[in-house]
């Protein structure tokens, strides 16, 4: 089973740019679906974005779609969430989340296996 462990957040303004990355260890990185989820505070855990192991299959929350992008590097054990003209609504703790259906695009947590342990992202106005 992989572990999971996020960097990158931090403290940004609105219109601005972060890339959060998830670097996994163990094996078999590439038969895992990946995912990142974000939590605000007083607020349910929602789904942002999922990848299939191979990389090439996509999926995109509407609230963040022409604005985040998913990718993974499997060379390199490592998911990336890009994040584009930030609004204030972004700010949250993004979780990066393992799912042992490498071909789902899971957008329930519920469904996911491994979590890292969060980081935190906010975006002032």
């Known amino acids: 089973q992989v572990q999971l462990v996020e960097s990158g957040g931090g403290l940004v303004q609105a219109g601005d740019s972060l890339r959060l990355s998830c670097a996994a260890s163990g094996r078999s990185f590439s038969s895992y679906g990946m995912a990142w989820f974000r939590q605000a505070p007083g607020k349910e855990r929602e789904f942002v974005a999922a990848?299939?192991?191979?990389?090439?299959?996509?999926s995109h929350a509407d609230s963040v779609k022409g604005r985040f992008t998913i990718s993974r590097d499997n060379a390199k054990n490592t998911v990336y969430l890009q994040m584009n003209s930030l609004k204030p609504a972004d700010t949250a703790v993004y979780y990066c989340?393992?799912?042992?259906?490498?071909?789902?695009?899971?957008?329930?947590?519920?469904?996911?296996?491994?979590w890292g342990q969060g980081t935190q992202v906010t975006v002032s106005s």
């Open positions: 990848i299939t192991g191979s990389g090439v299959f996509t």
């Open positions: 989340a393992a799912d042992n259906n490498k071909n789902g695009l899971e957008r329930s947590s519920i469904l996911y296996d491994v």
